[in-house]
């Protein structure tokens, strides 16, 4: 399992990204992906996942109506659309892996393989 995330950078409060997560040596059809953030000095936090098992999306509180995650399955390639940034959004963000399909509860120890992770600054 490789996965690579790209798409960070710097950008102004209020603005936008869109992280990409390319997947090789397993099908999205049969994992669960999720996307997780750490910021400097903080835990590592589940933001959104889809599981293969239902389609499900879920998202948490902190990027409900803000962030939209997707797969293009004929890519391997998830996606997490990020609009009205904020400086707290500021994060390495990283993509993952959960063997069984289910993503949810969207907690680290549940994941099984990460990407290197990319880095989203918002500046204020």
């Known amino acids: 399992v490789q996965l690579v995330e790209s798409g960070g950078g710097l950008v102004q409060a209020g603005g936008s990204l869109r992280l990409s997560c390319a997947a090789s040596?397993?099908?999205?059809?049969?994992?669960?992906m999720g996307w997780f953030r750490q910021a400097p000095g903080k835990e590592r936090e589940g933001i959104s996942c889809i599981s293969s098992r239902d389609g499900d999306t879920y998202y948490a509180d902190s990027v409900k109506g803000r962030f939209t995650m997707s797969s293009d399955n004929a890519k391997n390639t998830v996606y997490l659309q990020m609009n009205r940034l904020k400086p707290e959004d500021t994060a390495v963000y990283y993509c993952?892996?959960?063997?069984?399909?289910?993503?949810?509860?969207?907690?680290?120890?549940?994941?099984?393989?990460w990407g290197q992770g990319t880095q989203v600054t918002v500046s204020s």
């Open positions: 993952a892996v959960d063997i069984t399909g289910w993503c949810f509860p969207l907690v680290p120890k549940r994941y099984d393989d």
């Open positions: 040596g397993f099908s999205f059809d049969d994992y669960a």
